[in-house]
């Protein structure tokens, strides 16, 4: 049963990589926020029964859920959970295990390699925000 949504939580239409048809579909079966989707993605059956319901890959669904585990830090949200997942961040539990300046260096490496800008990279002080938010969540 998915949780209710609350008046705070972003809709899962701003957690980035889905497709229109996507959160149409997961909205039809009462998916409406990032941690709606992530309750539903508890367990590799839970995520493989998704996976068929949708006639999509698992990894597909594996992918959304590390987004929305992410998206579930305020400070990370929808707009820094597709960044740190790009830069090999996959769970809020390995983002609390994270060394701060080593993350920036992954982070930087991939926006210097994908947009080739630097003065996009989260600062110091922003990162170690999300590592202590991270530390502070429930591990699921």
């Known amino acids: 049963m998915p949780l209710s949504a ?9 957690l980035p990589g889905l497709s229109q048809a996507n959160l149409e579909q997961l909205q039809a079966l ?15 059956a839970a995520r493989q029964d998704l996976a068929g319901q ?25 707009d820094y959970c597709g960044l740190l997942l790009h830069a090999g961040v996959a769970s809020s539990a390995q ?6 300046p080593n993350l920036q260096r992954q982070i930087l490496k991939f926006q210097v390699a ?19 938010e991270a530390q502070g969540l429930k591990r699921l």
Not at 6 to 14: C, G, I, K, N, T
Not at 95 to 100: G, I, R
Not at 116 to 132: A, E, K, M
């Open 114 to 132: 994908t947009l080739r800008r630097r003065d996009l990279c989260p600062s110091l002080g922003q990162i170690q925000q999300w590592v202590t």
């Open 54 to 78: 949708l006639q999509i890959q698992e990894q597909q669904v594996r992918k959304w859920a590390a987004l929305a585990d992410l998206a579930r830090l305020p400070s990370v949200g929808c």
């Open 6 to 14: 609350s008046s705070s939580e972003p809709p899962l239409a701003q």
């Open 95 to 100: 983002l609390a295990d994270s060394q701060v």
């Open 30 to 44: 009462g998916l409406h926020t990032p941690a709606q989707l992530l309750a539903a993605c508890t367990t590799p």
